[in-house]
């Protein structure tokens, strides 16, 4: 779907390059040929200088040239590199040296680095948040205490975002071990509706937009998506582990489509808008704060232990969420790639010029300067990982999703190990990549496994597990 779009763009670019070429025909004989005595330069004429006026046609084909050669740029369709060999020789930036020379020698240093960096990702990758004036309202819509067959408790909280006569409501979908007081739990958005997430049929349909799919036609959630990507949300099984799950439709926040950010969460701030303002990545990631804001006052709910999980672009919400709220005790990319887990340095896979084109709306605008250039970003993706540090991470690929690159994703793995070993904790435990189904278990976590761009029993089976080990719950 998305790549048809891209398509469709490519088309229409290489329709106005057309339009630009016989434009420019019909401008030279108008202009050189027709009106050259209003602007000044001699005509041509029926027995003219062939040398002379092919020198003339030779400049102003150059001009013509530069003229178009953004368009043409645009206009080629992308052709994504997959190929190890072709991959560019990169530096990256050093995490352990601050931007003027001085190296990071303890911890104290680090959190000055630490505020060094994540102020570059906001100005330059995601955008700066404006300050929040409104007010918050969270009210319990739902509630079922024998859900999933007896196994756990059910509720569906909704909390409203007020500023003035504006509001957005978001619905939080919570499912925890019916017996269980203090559990933790996995916070996670979802991508078409909280009801595509579980068969039950007590499950809300969103109120928002929702993209279209085999499901939908109207850009409305209905009742055939039901249960419709319940694979990805083994919740049984995570409850049954003693793990709470917590869903939102991200579209609830901010719809995912380049609207101008009408809608969504962003129309309740009065800020104008420059080239440093916040995304709808940074929307989500405020949204889960928000989110998290609540979990603090559900008392079933232990807030010392949210781990905050995301997969795709999602992925990428989760890890800027993880670095910019250092409440979510855990952090988990499930192949979140390209402004990601993925070192953009690397161009394999999806690139940032590909991303910025395809979602315009995801990032700030000063990250598109950064289109075929990311060797000149004054960060990459490694350091993103880093500001998560010192608490945990997990970063899993699948194989088939090269798109993703999972060897870039695992390199931001190697590359932020410095900065968890200077605060004591062990990073990845190796700079070789793993094998299919061999997790590498650090502070930095990571794994890749066979199979396509999803999210798999497999991966939530390392979640949780990497969970238990470091709450030092029962497996």
């Not at 020789?89 to 994540?118: C, Q």
């Not at 409104?134 to 196994?151: F, N, P, Q, R, Y």
């Not at 590909?354 to 075929?372: E, G, V």
Request: hydrophobic share 40%; proline share 5%; charged share 25%.
């Amino acid at each position: 779907m998305l790549n048809k779009v891209a398509d469709q763009f490519c088309k229409l670019t290489q329709y106005l390059i057309k339009l630009f070429h016989w434009s420019a025909i019909f401008f030279y004989f108008v202009v050189f040929k027709f009106n050259s005595k209003t602007i000044g330069i001699h005509p041509i004429k029926p027995n003219f200088d062939i040398q002379s006026n092919s020198q003339t046609m030779q400049k102003l084909g150059c001009i013509l040239f530069f003229l178009a050669l953004p368009w043409i740029s645009i206009a080629q369709p992308f052709v994504a590199n997959y190929d190890e060999a072709k991959v560019p020789v990169f530096t990256l930036p050093d995490l352990l040296v601050f931007n003027d020379g001085t190296p990071v020698a303890n911890k104290k240093d680090w959190d000055k680095r630490r505020s060094e960096i994540y102020s570059i990702f906001e100005k330059e990758v995601f955008g700066v948040i404006p300050e929040w004036k409104g007010h918050v309202k969270s009210t319990l819509v739902s509630e079922k205490a024998d859900a999933l067959d007896g196994i756990a408790k059910r509720k569906e909280v909704r909390i409203d975002f007020m500023n003035g006569e504006r509001k957005v409501s978001v619905m939080v979908l919570i499912y925890l071990p019916l017996n269980s007081k203090n559990a933790p739990v996995f916070l996670s958005y979802n991508f078409n509706g909280n009801h595509t997430t579980t068969l039950e049929p007590g499950v809300l349909l969103p109120d928002s937009w929702v993209s279209n799919n085999k499901e939908i036609t109207d850009n409305h959630a209905n009742e055939k998506g039901r249960g419709s990507a319940a694979s990805r949300w083994p919740i049984k099984e995570i409850v049954s582990r003693g793990f709470g799950v917590a869903t939102v439709y991200y579209g609830d926040v901010d719809p995912d489509f380049d609207d101008g950010f009408k809608n969504g969460i962003q129309q309740l701030f009065d800020a104008k808008r420059d080239s440093t303002s916040w995304g709808s990545i940074a929307a989500w990631s405020w949204g889960l704060s928000r989110i998290m804001d609540y979990l603090e006052t559900d008392k079933d709910i232990n807030a010392k232990r949210v781990i905050m999980m995301g997969h795709s672009r999602l992925g990428k919400t989760a890890l800027w969420a993880g670095a910019s709220d250092l409440r979510f005790a855990m952090t988990v990319s499930n192949n979140s790639g390209c402004g990601g887990a993925a070192i953009s340095r690397r161009k394999f896979g999806e690139t940032v010029g590909r991303i910025n084109t395809a979602f315009p709306h995801w990032f700030c605008d000063n990250y598109k300067k950064y289109n075929l250039k990311e060797e000149i970003m004054p960060v990459d993706q490694h350091e993103l990982l880093a500001l998560i540090a010192p608490r945990p991470v997990y970063v899993a690929s699948a194989a088939e999703d090269l798109w993703s690159d999972p060897r870039g994703e695992f390199l931001s793995c190697v590359f932020a190990s410095p900065v968890y070993e200077l605060l004591g904790m062990k990073g990845l435990p190796s700079n070789v990549m793993p094998e299919l189904n061999t997790p590498l278990i650090g502070t930095i976590a990571y794994h890749i496994r066979p199979g396509k761009h999803d999210v798999m029993l497999y991966d939530w089976q390392r979640y949780m597990d990497f969970a238990a080990d470091y709450f030092k719950l029962k497996k």
